[in-house]
């Protein structure tokens, strides 16, 4: 929590001088992505409000704007945030450059400043969770879930600074905690902190975590970024000592830090590596060291949490319990955040511009803001073939795809996909097109690529190619036809996409095929079922992802080449490269 603005925010909260209403404009304002405002909520302290009854105040988000891509990507960026006022107070929407995506209707209630003092927390994930193990999870909805109970040594704020979690201080070369040659890193921990079950958390449990994630029977999603650690040591209870094979600018990408840097209970899962990691009954009901416990887990429906005991702060969290309710659509989700106020928080609103508006016109209790984020929206591009069949398992990385593998044909993709349409007429203020895939820290944003809609451009790079237009107007070459099938969830604003990108593949003599998924199951890590996103048995899908860590190689890393990275049968379709992208001079 290094960011003045936020340690400000935080230290006023926790002193009882900002009520919650207060706390919720000032998290807005600075742009922190709405869980984690919500988390701010949970965690903050007294109210110097006077009123002694309960008012309700809404805050929501939409999620991001569609972005196609080439060789790895480019498109669109979304999202929309809105955070609440009160029911009389005033919100305004701000456009974002590259939004986020969450929606939240958040109760304040007067508090004491003491532990359970604030009643109930709903959330609503229209997207609903499905395992709370976030190294096996292979969806935000899931390391959201996770997240009340399960924590990493640190996380980042909206501005990508640190804020320690399990760890006493963020390492550095000023406290010896970072090697001058980069290559060694020492996290001293927080001391007395325990498991919700009351078993000690110590330094063993960080080392097992590491064992565990990069063990390749367990098949974990994080395998990729513990990849470059040569060893760990714990020299004592509270001191983890990670040797990395080379220099590591990005030693705090993704280990034990954000989304896949959550620790593990070594006394919970010892038995549970490897082979059996996916019967673990933690799975479902994980042991943390977070504000909350789980009670209740309905995989694809609800989750029900109350408060650690065992939690290291006195007094916090403020909300007594916190139930998350998965499922539906997001318009739904949108009006319940937005305009009933049945739902205190509702995450992603990817919802047609017209639609929010609307909602935000009716005054309810919530009020829409997008704040800036790095999520983008894209089509992925798969470069084997989803039709044929090797050893049980279709889309091999040994079988190449018919046509997708030319790189003038996934050019020719590019040029076909109307982004600009869909940024501006589906999500308005709530998303903006783009040819990036990596739209945030801004420093690293690249300023040498660009995108165009150009129909008859991709044409003729086409008949270029050898593709040319057969008597049913489909393009072929050598007997094959460009026929695909284009995949994503079920979600109106999707299929809009979906549509739009058909026209103009149909005009161009490319044959598209639209198919919707559920999104418990496309988002879902189950390694039997083939309609995951990350089998990928279709030519083309669509979906929405962004970096966990400011340090872009956190986020790149997902089209590192290495066949333990890419998603396939071996793995149980794990890896983090769902395209089986491979290029030397990228992994190099």
């Known amino acids: 929590m290094e960011s003045p603005e936020l340690k400000r925010l935080y230290a006023q909260a926790v002193g009882g001088k900002l009520t919650r209403r207060q706390v919720l404009r000032r998290a807005a304002a600075l742009g922190l992505s709405a869980p984690a405002i919500a988390m701010l909520l949970a965690a903050c302290g007294g109210s110097s409000s006077n009123n002694s009854t309960a008012t309700t105040s809404s805050a929501a988000t939409t999620a991001p704007t569609t972005a196609a891509t080439s060789a790895t990507g480019g498109g669109t960026t979304p999202a929309a945030t809105a955070a609440a006022t009160s029911s009389t107070g005033s919100g305004a929407a701000t456009p974002a450059g590259s939004p986020t995506a969450s929606a939240a209707n958040v109760k304040i209630l007067t508090s004491s400043g003491s532990r359970g003092d604030q009643g109930e927390l709903k959330l609503l994930w229209w997207q609903a969770p499905t395992i709370l193990n976030s190294h096996l999870a292979q969806g935000t909805k899931d390391y959201d879930a996770s997240r009340p109970v399960s924590e990493g040594l640190a996380d980042f704020d909206s501005d990508g600074n640190f804020i320690p979690l399990l760890a006493a201080e963020i390492p550095s070369l000023d406290n010896g905690g970072v090697s001058s040659d980069g290559k060694t890193v020492t996290w001293k921990l927080k001391q007395g902190v325990k498991w919700s079950d009351g078993q000690p958390f110590t330094s063993k449990d960080v080392k097992f975590t590491y064992d565990y994630v990069t063990d390749p029977a367990t098949a974990s999603v994080s395998a990729a970024y513990y990849a470059g650690i040569d060893s760990i040591d714990t020299p004592d ?19 034990f830090c954000g989304d896949y840097g959550r620790i593990l209970p070594e006394h919970v899962l010892s038995q549970y590596k490897g082979a059996q990691a996916h019967s673990a009954p933690y799975n479902l009901k994980p042991i943390g060291t977070g504000p909350y416990k789980v009670d209740d887990f309905k995989p694809g429906d609800v989750v029900s949490y109350s408060i650690n005991d065992n939690f290291r702060e006195a007094n916090q969290p403020h909300f007594k319990t916190v139930t998350l309710k998965g499922g539906g659509d997001a318009t739904s989700a949108a009006r319940a955040a937005i305009q009933t106020g049945e739902a205190d928080f509702a995450w992603n609103l990817q919802v047609d511009w017209s639609v929010l508006s609307s909602l935000q016109s009716d005054n309810g209790p919530g009020k829409l803001l997008v704040n800036p984020g790095n999520g983008v929206e894209r089509i992925l591009i798969n470069l084997t073939d989803p039709n044929k069949e090797v050893n049980g398992e279709r889309s091999h990385l040994g079988t190449p795809h018919p046509f997708q593998s030319d790189l003038n044909v996934r050019k020719a993709y590019a040029l076909l996909v109307d982004r600009d349409t869909m940024a501006k007429q589906l999500y308005g203020q709530t998303g903006v097109a783009t040819a990036n895939l990596l739209t945030a820290p801004a420093k690293f944003v690249s300023k040498n690529t660009s995108f165009k809609f150009d129909p008859d451009g991709a044409g003729t790079m086409l008949d270029t190619a050898g593709w040319k237009k057969g008597g049913s107007g489909v393009r072929e070459k050598d007997g094959v036809q460009m026929k695909i099938v284009y995949q994503t969830s079920v979600n109106a604003l999707r299929q809009k996409e979906q549509e739009i990108v ?20 496309y988002f879902s890590s189950d390694a039997g079922n083939n309609d995951t996103a990350n089998h990928f048995y279709a030519d083309i899908e669509m979906y929405t992802n962004s970096g966990s860590s400011p340090y872009p190689i956190d986020y790149m890393s997902s089209w590192w080449g290495d ?26």
């Open 237 to 255: 209870d509270n001191t983890v000592v990670i040797h990395f094979k080379d220099p590591t600018p990005a030693w705090y990408g993704g280990i």
């Open 563 to 588: 066949p333990s990275n890419i998603a396939q049968k071996s793995n149980q379709w794990a890896g983090l490269n769902v395209e089986r992208w491979q290029n030397a001079d990228y992994d190099a």
């Open 502 to 521: 058909k026209q103009a593949f149909d005009a161009a003599g490319i044959q598209v095929q639209l198919k919707s998924i559920d999104a418990g199951v």
